[in-house]
Structure formats: C-alpha cells, structure tokens
C-alpha cells in the first residue's frame, strides 16, 4: 500500500472587480490589440481598496471547504502559496487559520512566486506521505495589482489578484499510475536568472514593497523550454507519458507561452485548460484558479490525468502530476 495525497475539494475566488485591457489605452500607450496579441489576456480581476491576500485566500478556502463537505477544524494544515503577503509577518496562512476559526494544527506560507502553487503542492504531498498531517489546504492567493509600475506598460498590463484552494487527504493506493492523488513532482530553481524577473523593494534591502520588473522576453524564452522539460520528467517519474494526460493545467502567464509548450509535450490545445484571458496573469493563484474554474465548467473529471506546470521569478520552476 502506499499513500496517496488525494484531492477533495476545490475552490477559488475573485476579487469582483474586472478591468478590461481597453482600461489601460487612457494612460498608456498600449492597446487591447497588443495585449490579446502578445499574451492572450482581454481582462483580470483587481482586489478593492483594503482587500488583502489573505481575504482573498480565506474565500477561497471556504468555497473549497464548502465543495468538500468540510469544516475547518478537519484541516491539519494549510499552506498559502504566495509572494504578495499582507504584511511581512505573519504569514497569510496563519491570517487565513485565523479567518476560518480553525485553532489546530499548523499553516505557513510558502514563497516561489509563479511556481509557488506546485512547490506548494509538493510540501503538501511530502507532510501527507511522511505522515505528518493527513489533510492539507494548499491556496495560492496575490494581489499583484500592489506591486505593478503603472508607468512600465511591459508589465503592469499582464497581471491579475485572485487566489485558488484545493485540499488533499491521505489514502491508500496501490502505488501504481492508477491512483488517485499526488503521482509525482518536480521542482527546480536558478538563482544565476534572478534578474529576469524580481522586484526592486524588500524589508532588508530598500525596506520599501517595490515594484515588479521583469525581462519578458527572456523570461518567455526559458519558460517554452523549461515548462515541457519539467512535464516531461514528472510524467516519466509516474511511469505515465503524454499520452495519458487527460488536462493540462499551465501557469496562465501567456497563451504563446501554454501553446508552445502543450505543442512540445504534443498535446492539442483542447487538453489545455485555459482562464488568461479572464484573469491574466495571477503568479501563484493561477494554477489553483484554472482548476477551480476548470472543474466548474465539467473539464476535469474524477479519475483523469492533470498536469501542471509553472515557471517564474528565481527562475523556479516545477510541476506535479496528479490524478484527480
Ligand atoms: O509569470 C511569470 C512568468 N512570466 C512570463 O512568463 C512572461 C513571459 N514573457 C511574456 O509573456 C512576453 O515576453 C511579454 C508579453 C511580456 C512581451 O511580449 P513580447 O512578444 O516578448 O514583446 P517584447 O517584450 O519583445 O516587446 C515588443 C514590443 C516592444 O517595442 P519595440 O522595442 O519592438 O519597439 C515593446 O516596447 O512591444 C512593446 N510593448 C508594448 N506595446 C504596446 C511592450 N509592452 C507593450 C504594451 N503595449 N503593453
């Protein structure tokens, strides 16, 4: 027998403001054209005024606990993925244990901004197989919004607030591709590639928040590479190939990003589940909020084979296998 780190629940939620790209023509020079051209995304969601990531996390937690038929008093633990935290410390997590009324067990956060949700993922399945706790919240949550340039139009048109939930609990499997649950992970990171994509403000350096700055074309250019590497891998860990993949769930930070890497692991598009459009780029929340949304609209189903994948600020990189 082996265990399993297995889905229950999912859920997200989003800030209920959406800005549309044509926003951005009034005190840019961009346009909806170039945006949809260049990454695929026509709108996002920006947190309110006084709204902060942990309200966003604590929402989403409770829509996954409503999906899975749970209080929070059943979590052991929860992990938020995220790198736009309330404050410096606590962490979000402890502000979501907070929000929930849950005073058992432990929660902390983890920071590997876009790739934060799959190392998120891969703690979770690490503290469920050693046996350290039996059910996990993992939530990735941001309110990137907080820390664009509105001045650099490179970046602040690609990203997005939101955050996404899934809860996993122990099982037992038979230890073969078959099972349900966690099948595998794999998480990288470069820290010679730390300028490509950073933010120039932090408690011990400038003691200010900063803003994000990142070389995209660089970026993009490790990412096509990287991202199908990394899905190729954590599939032949699970003994499975490209063919048995039933969803694709990448990082949304780019549609010419997701489709150049879908063509790479030779999957069609109609095995990609796809929210850029709606919800740009929202770093660690994305992947939790394509599986929310794709779950919602009947894509993913009990039983079938999920990757995904992210690669962001670091670099780090990584991705997981599961079968939902
Ligand atoms: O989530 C973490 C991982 N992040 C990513 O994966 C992002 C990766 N990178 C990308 O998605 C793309 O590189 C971008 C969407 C950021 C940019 O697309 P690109 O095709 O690489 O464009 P570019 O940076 O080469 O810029 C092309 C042109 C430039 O003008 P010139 O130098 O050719 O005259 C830019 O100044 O487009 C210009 N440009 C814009 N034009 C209108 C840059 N931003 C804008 C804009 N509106 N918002």
């Known amino acids: 027998m082996t265990t399993r780190?297995?889905?229950?629940?999912?859920?997200?939620?989003?800030?209920?403001?959406?800005?549309?790209?044509s926003e951005f023509e009034a005190t840019l020079d961009?346009?909806?054209?170039?945006?949809?051209?260049?990454?695929?995304?026509?709108?996002?969601?920006?947190?309110?005024?006084g709204e902060t990531t942990s309200d966003l996390a604590a929402a989403a937690?409770?829509?996954?606990?409503?999906?899975?038929?749970?209080?929070?008093?059943?979590?052991?633990?929860?992990?938020?993925?995220?790198?736009t935290p309330d404050l410096t410390f606590p962490s979000v997590a402890t502000m979501v244990q907070e929000q929930l009324g849950m005073t058992q067990g432990f929660a902390f956060d983890i920071q590997?901004?876009?790739?934060?949700?799959?190392?998120?993922?891969?703690?979770?399945?690490?503290?469920?197989?050693?046996g350290q706790a039996r059910r996990v919240m993992v939530i990735?949550?941001?309110?990137?919004?907080?820390?664009?340039?509105?001045?650099?139009?490179?970046?602040?048109?690609?990203?997005g607030d939101g955050a996404g939930a899934l809860i996993l609990n122990a099982a037992e499997g038979d230890g073969s591709g078959a099972d349900r649950g966690i099948l595998s992970t794999d998480l990288h990171s470069d820290g010679r590639f730390r300028d490509l994509l950073y933010v120039d403000g932090g408690v011990s350096k400038t003691g200010t928040t900063g803003h994000l700055r990142m070389m995209g074309k660089e970026v993009?250019?490790?990412?096509?590479?990287?991202?199908?590497?990394?899905?190729?891998?954590?599939?032949?860990?699970?003994g499975l190939s490209g063919a048995d993949v039933d969803w694709i769930v990448p990082h949304q930070a780019n549609i010419r990003i997701i489709t150049a890497t879908a063509k790479k692991?030779?999957?069609?598009m109609d095995r990609v589940v796809l929210t850029v459009a709606d919800h740009g780029n929202t770093s660690a929340a994305s992947i939790p909020l394509a599986l929310s949304v794709g779950c919602q609209r009947g894509q993913i189903k009990t039983g079938q084979l999920v990757v995904i994948e992210a690669i962001g600020g670091g670099l780090a990189w990584g991705s997981v296998v599961l079968r939902w």
């Open 5 to 21: 780190a297995v889905v229950e629940g999912v859920g997200h939620y989003l800030p209920e403001r959406v800005v549309p790209n």
């Open 30 to 49: 961009t346009s909806d054209e170039w945006i949809r051209a260049r990454s695929g995304i026509e709108r996002r969601h920006f947190a309110a005024e």
């Open 61 to 83: 937690a409770r829509a996954a606990l409503q999906d899975a038929g749970l209080a929070a008093s059943d979590l052991d633990a929860i992990i938020v993925a995220t790198s």
């Open 112 to 130: 590997a901004v876009c790739a934060g949700f799959v190392y998120a993922l891969a703690n979770a399945n690490a503290l469920i197989v050693s």
């Open 140 to 159: 990735g949550a941001e309110t990137f919004s907080r820390i664009m340039d509105w001045t650099d139009r490179s970046t602040c048109v690609l990203f």
């Open 220 to 238: 993009f250019r490790h990412a096509v590479e990287k991202l199908a590497e990394t899905a190729h891998t954590a599939l032949e860990k699970a």
């Open 265 to 268: 692991m030779g999957l069609p």
